[in-house]
């Protein structure tokens, strides 16, 4: 089976045409056309459910990267402002937005209903086994749920609230938790 990636021919989608040939793969292109919105289709979300290009796909199989980027792009900009708005403003000074925290929780329910999706189909993001799409989450999951008080969140999605307990009670983020615990804010 013939790796394939999926996106426009500009710069992002380029990173995910130089892997295939840096590794001597062969692989397709299969164009596609953001400005048609060819990207929000029912068809390309089940690929890459925000929509983001390029998607890289072996088989069964979907890059990776694409989980990093849903992270990076779609999750953490709104808990950054639960946390800033919520946990942080009297020590920084600022007064708390309550616009923005309203508007940064109404886009984390739409990002976490899409994980809800996702892991509906597998166990963890990149399929049955665990990674680092997963691993990269524990931080920004916690602090909503502890000291963020978001717990409830996780717990009204049945398939996310299992990963979440499934991730958060490795050894190794145990192991973590107990070695370097978050600064005392109060």
Known sequence: MVVKVYGPECACPKRGIVCPIEKGVDFEV??????????????????????HVPVIQDGDYTLLEQWLEVEAHEISPPVYNLVIHIMLSSKLGITADQKLIQESEEKLHKV????????????????????????????????????????????????????WDDISNRPSWKEVLQNYPPPNLS
């Open 30 to 51: 299969v164009p596609i056309d953001i400005f048609k919105g060819e990207n929000k289709t029912p068809i390309y979300l089940q690929l890459q459910p925000f929509g």
């Open 112 to 163: 976490l209903d899409v994980y809800e999706e996702r892991l509906s189909k597998s166990k963890y993001f990149a399929g049955d086994f665990f990674s680092l799409a997963d691993l990269i989450h524990l931080p920004l999951v916690q602090y909503l749920i502890d000291p963020l008080g978001k717990e409830h969140v996780f717990r009204n999605r049945k398939h996310l609230s299992a990963w």
